[in-house]
């Protein structure tokens, strides 16, 4: 039993520590037994150890402990619901902000005149702390460390360029002599910046002590580290001496303006951030260090007034000098600078809400300047931006071949690079700003503890960014394959109001863009599917639904089906490409487009029909490997058959010559001899076999040269004529004017009673 009555006082002294308020009931007087009284919190011993908490127990009886537990663990439950009590509402939170940013402001206004009177307690303080020569051999120690430095740097770059001498600047003006040049001087740059922190470090931890280095380290990383090294960042980016050597579009007037004002602002920067640690270090405590606030926002005025004064020069960097950019692209470089005008704004209220709402350790980030570093990555954000499409302008691989399809391939293709480099920018910069914030957000998403709505959120997001490279990287792998098989075929657009037979698209060009239509879908539903299931939701039902119906649409759209199967069998057969001229059941017309389940045809008068594939019985194609053409010509009787053939080898062997038309010809033009005898003459016959499409403009060639052959070597060609044989008509130049009138009334109605003839025999022939 005492042993019991020990673990319950136990339980109520671990539960009276923590809150540290005194019972709302006392305890009962020491040796009483029958009375229940509450005891006073004066009556517990001080201090609680085990002896006294033993002693205690032992003059307590059981009721008194049951007692003393209950009322402590009812006290415990109205804290917690209390501390559980939902708040009033984002309005009134809001509004707690509000009051707290106007309190704020209002103090450091009132705290103004103060500034100078709370940095004098701060070096009085710093003076305390360094008595004597104190302060004097702290410069001067570390002035040596810095000047032993900055001797390390000099020795380290000029063995450097004795080794490895840098790039001239001369040695080619183009994107990628121009980056590497300025990449390798800003590596030595940073290189001899590294000896000269390290040297400094190493040195200084040799000869100052760790008070004197508490205050030595914060004046070099923030005084001279950050101001040299965004000195040569910014002379990396901006070339403000070399403009054959920038790789940004901006003139040099405003690449010197901006580049003085970056250093300008990182020295403000560091400034600041060694003044808030400086005061904290020397005893002031937040409130009283008022001239950050001050500094912080000058900052914020002076990198807005930077921008605003510079937006012209800005705005042409931002714009570049793609000639494929969007109107996207041109809206973000009007807009860049009153973006990077609202970050400014935008951060410092940030920082200042942040202040309000005094949560430590989000003010030991900003002490550690993390909304310095955010404004920085969303103010280059935009920048990069600029940067990848330059970049993607120059590396990617020369356009395919010539015309409007290869075009259009190679401005898709940069598009979807640029695309997935905006991607990885952004997930570079949400990385940099979390990294600032001290946020891992790989711990985050790999976190399961009560599946937070932030990791899952994270790993939506993710998800979805994967699934949105992969479409692109499959869009930029078919338009590239897609360009260099439409323009290793040359044209094929069918002669305009010809007869049609062009030759066709090779198959995988053919195929391709169902392919991508395919994969781009399949991507996308995947990667949708296993985001909205990052998100905690189980997309087991969805599967099921989408099976169901699926189900419902295939016993609903039978038709709908037999026309996506017989599309697959008709391409896997290869029976027709794009741009081939077929005869699908009477239809006549180049393939222009096909999709799953149905091809359209462009008559080469302009018609267009669209045609589902299970309505297909049978294709002839016009347009297939090669064609053989056969031209007939009717000369009288009495031409030489022999000498005909000879005119039609010797078209034949100059058309083959000919390095307009050599290339056309599979097999060059012959003759084939006498094809007929009709009625009015001899039919002879020629045939030539060409590629595909290029057969009627070599026809018409050959009529003009048999033409031009046939006037030049005495031959007519034989025309239809009627001929009317009167007896006794020998001295018909004797004829009179009745006799010649009745003459030709007969012949013209032999002619028309021929016409009839020949069209009764045309009607019968179409029955």
Wanted: net charge neutral.
């Amino acid at each position: 039993m005492k042993f019991i009555k020990f673990l319950l006082l136990v339980c109520v002294v671990s539960l009276f520590l923590p809150v540290q308020t005194g019972f709302a009931q006392s305890l009962p007087g020491i040796g009483s037994q029958s009375s229940a009284a509450p005891a006073t919190a004066q009556e517990l011993p001080t201090p609680l150890t085990p002896e006294t908490v033993r002693d205690l127990v032992s003059r307590l009886s059981d009721d008194q402990v049951r007692a003393m537990l209950l009322d402590r663990l009812d006290a415990v439950a109205q804290e917690q619901a209390i501390d559980a009590e939902p708040s009033d509402g984002l309005i009134t939170e809001l509004s707690q902000i509000g009051t707290g940013l106007l309190a704020r402001w209002g103090k450091v206004i009132r705290d103004l005149p103060t500034i100078f009177s709370s940095q004098g307690k701060a070096f009085a303080n710093f003076y305390d702390q360094f008595p004597g020569s104190g302060i004097m051999w702290l410069v001067g120690l570390t002035a040596l460390a810095l000047a032993i430095g900055f001797a390390a740097e000099r020795a380290a770059l000029l063995g450097l360029n004795r080794w490895f001498p840098p790039r001239s600047s001369a040695d080619g003006t183009d994107l990628r002599s121009a980056v590497v040049y300025l990449f390798g001087r800003f590596g030595r740059e940073f290189l001899g910046l590294l000896v000269f922190f390290i040297f400094v470090r190493f040195v200084g931890a040799r000869l100052l002590d760790s008070q004197q280095l508490m205050f030595a380290a914060p004046f070099l990383f923030y005084l001279i580290w950050i101001p040299r090294v965004g000195a040569a960042v910014s002379r990396m980016l901006l070339a403000p001496q070399q403009p054959d050597m920038r790789i940004v579009n901006i003139d040099d007037h405003w690449a010197k303006y901006l580049h003085r004002h970056l250093i300008g602002l990182f020295l403000l920067i560091g400034v600041l951030l060694f003044i808030i640690d400086f005061d904290l270090k020397t005893g002031l405590t937040t409130g009283e260090i008022v001239i950050t606030f001050w500094l912080n926002l000058g900052i914020h005025i002076y990198l807005a007034y930077v921008v605003w004064q510079a937006r012209a020069g800005l705005t042409d960097m931002m714009r570049g000098t793609d000639p494929d950019r969007t109107a996207f692209d041109e809206k973000v470089a009007v807009g860049f600078p009153y973006f990077a005008i609202f970050v400014s704004i935008a951060t410092w209220f940030a920082v200042e809400v942040m202040v309000v709402v005094q949560d430590s350790p989000t003010l030991e980030r900003l002490r550690g300047g993390a909304h310095y570093v955010t404004m920085f990555w969303l103010l280059a954000a935009p920048v990069i931006d600029t940067a990848i499409r330059g970049i993607v302008r120059h590396l990617q691989p020369p356009m395919s071949g010539e015309g409007d399809i290869a075009r259009a391939a190679y401005v898709s293709t940069k598009r979807s690079y640029i695309r997935i480099g905006r991607m990885v920018a952004v997930v570079f910069v949400v990385l940099m700003i979390a990294n600032a914030w001290d946020i891992d957000l790989r711990d985050l998403v790999s976190s399961r503890v009560g599946d937070t709505f932030g990791a899952n959120l994270i790993q939506f997001v993710l998800t979805l960014g994967i699934g949105y490279v992969l479409y692109e990287l499959m869009s930029v792998w078919v338009n590239r394959r897609l360009a260099r098989e439409q323009t290793q075929g040359g044209d094929h657009v069918a002669e305009s109001g010809g007869e049609g037979g062009a030759p066709g698209q090779s198959r995988l060009a053919t195929v391709l863009p169902l392919m991508l239509i395919s994969g781009q879908v399949a991507i996308a539903v995947i990667f949708g599917l296993l985001a909205v299931g990052a998100l905690g939701i189980d997309i087991a039902p969805l599967l099921a639904g989408a099976g169901i119906l699926g189900l419902a649409i295939g016993f609903g759209a039978q038709k709908l089906v037999t026309d996506i199967v017989s599309g697959v069998f008709f391409l896997i057969d290869d029976a027709f490409r794009v741009g081939e001229y077929v005869d699908v059941g009477g239809t006549m017309g180049a393939v222009e487009k096909i999709s799953i389940r149905s091809m359209q045809l462009r008559h080469h008068r302009g018609l267009v029909h669209t045609i589902p594939y299970g309505g297909i019985e049978k294709v002839t194609n016009f347009s297939r490997d090669w064609v053989i053409m056969k031209l007939m010509f009717t000369v009288p009787f009495d031409t030489d058959p022999n000498q005909v053939k000879k005119i039609f080898k010797k078209i034949g062997a100059e058309m083959m010559e000919d390095p307009l038309f050599k290339d056309d010809f599979l097999e060059p033009f012959k003759s084939q001899g006498v094809f007929q005898f009709d009625d009015v003459g001899i039919v002879m016959r020629g045939k030539f076999m060409a590629k595909p499409g290029k057969q009627f403009t070599i026809r018409k060639e050959i009529y003009n040269r048999v033409r031009n052959e046939f006037a030049a070597n005495g031959i007519e060609f034989a025309r239809r004529e009627v001929r009317v044989a009167i007896p006794g008509l020998e001295d018909h130049d004797d004829l009179t004017d009745e006799q010649k009138t009745a003459v030709a009334g007969a012949v013209s109605g032999a002619v028309q009673a021929q016409v009839e003839e020949e069209n009764a025999a045309a009607e019968a022939n179409k029955k």
